[in-house]
């Protein structure tokens, strides 16, 4: 794990607050298996496609797919399980007591949406995965770079349950009147 | 599942609105993962221990232990599919658009904790799970039934993530004074 020491130190702590209960230990949190992480990120992962005003992309906007998966910091070193298992993203603070791991590279991308075709999720959340990485295919042909592309983009984010959609709705706008 | 017109309505109207997507479908859920059902809870699941006033209990409590599993409207399906994974519990409307698996048989419990021991939980969440298991074992004791067990009870529930901590301070200092 990225943080073994913090994590034993907390390992310690909760162990002194409950005598005879023992808290899941490293070892078992490093080689996570597969149906598992399916089953959590099912639950607390989220396929996001930001899209951002750049004024240096041709089409005025950079497209900026993530996974994250949230968590409070006493499971802190779940998400670094997670972070070893897919040997990508990073674990940072979220806000106040919350942690999160984002993968945002698009080859780490690429690797995390080969493992949910091989293991599909179960919760509609696939409906949301399966737009997601439509949105990745369209990035490798570089469609994102495109003014026509990004709007297509914006069309597919905004119907996913994960999307801010006032905010995609004014991109949309804004594309369609340039 | 225990709604299969409805869930198959459902999908076709997922099927509808994004063409080509292919929603996850009944038979996928039937037969859930063991694995996949720990992250599953490891996210989602609740171990609760409910301490209530009841005046025909001996020691004028009742204690309630319940896994509860709530999900939006839209994965319904898969509280269906942990029900029949557990053969236990009821899934019910519990408030505006979200649904609940709750289990609060005691044999339908048992069978509950002896799953998790053989796959066990990986988040913090298996501390909670801990103190639901001694509570469970101190109810086949028969100990919820003398003001002393209830009183143990209190004290384990409000050392709980899930407990209601001012309302279980409220019952101990009760339970204290009489």
Same mark, same amino acid.
């Given at each position: 794990l990225g943080n073994p020491q913090g994590t034993r130190r $907390?390992?310690?702590?909760?162990?002194?607050?409950?005598?005879?209960i023992?808290?899941?230990?490293?070892?078992?949190?490093?080689?996570l298996d597969a149906q598992w992480v399916v089953g959590f990120v099912d639950a607390e992962g989220c396929f996001f496609v930001g899209v951002h005003?750049?004024?240096?992309?041709?089409?005025?906007? $950079?497209?900026?797919?993530?996974?994250?998966?949230? $968590?409070?910091?006493?499971d802190v070193q779940v998400l670094h399980a997670l972070k070893a298992f897919?040997?990508?993203?990073?674990?940072?603070?979220?806000?106040?007591?919350?942690?999160?791991?984002?993968?945002?590279?698009?080859?780490?991308?690429?690797?995390v949406t080969e493992f949910f075709e091989r293991h599909p999720l179960k919760t509609?959340?696939?409906?949301?995965?399966?737009k997601f990485r439509k949105v990745l295919r369209m990035m490798e042909e570089g469609k994102h770079l495109?003014?026509?592309?990004v709007r297509e983009i914006v069309s597919i984010a905004s119907r996913m349950n994960t999307g801010n959609r006032e905010s995609l709705q004014r991109i949309a706008k804004d594309l369609e009147v340039g």
């Amino acid at each position: 794990l990225g943080n073994p020491q913090g994590t034993r130190r $907390q390992a310690g702590t909760l162990r002194g607050h409950t005598p005879g209960i023992r808290p899941p230990f490293e070892e078992e949190l490093v080689n996570l298996d597969a149906q598992w992480v399916v089953g959590f990120v099912d639950a607390e992962g989220c396929f996001f496609v930001g899209v951002h005003p750049h004024p240096e992309m041709a089409a005025g906007y $950079q497209v900026l797919p993530e996974l994250t998966v949230v $968590q409070h910091e006493r499971d802190v070193q779940v998400l670094h399980a997670l972070k070893a298992f897919f040997e990508c993203g990073a674990v940072r603070r979220n806000h106040a007591d919350r942690y999160a791991l984002r993968i945002r590279k698009l080859e780490c991308l690429r690797g995390v949406t080969e493992f949910f075709e091989r293991h599909p999720l179960k919760t509609k959340k696939r409906v949301d995965f399966h737009k997601f990485r439509k949105v990745l295919r369209m990035m490798e042909e570089g469609k994102h770079l495109t003014r026509e592309g990004v709007r297509e983009i914006v069309s597919i984010a905004s119907r996913m349950n994960t999307g801010n959609r006032e905010s995609l709705q004014r991109i949309a706008k804004d594309l369609e009147v340039g």
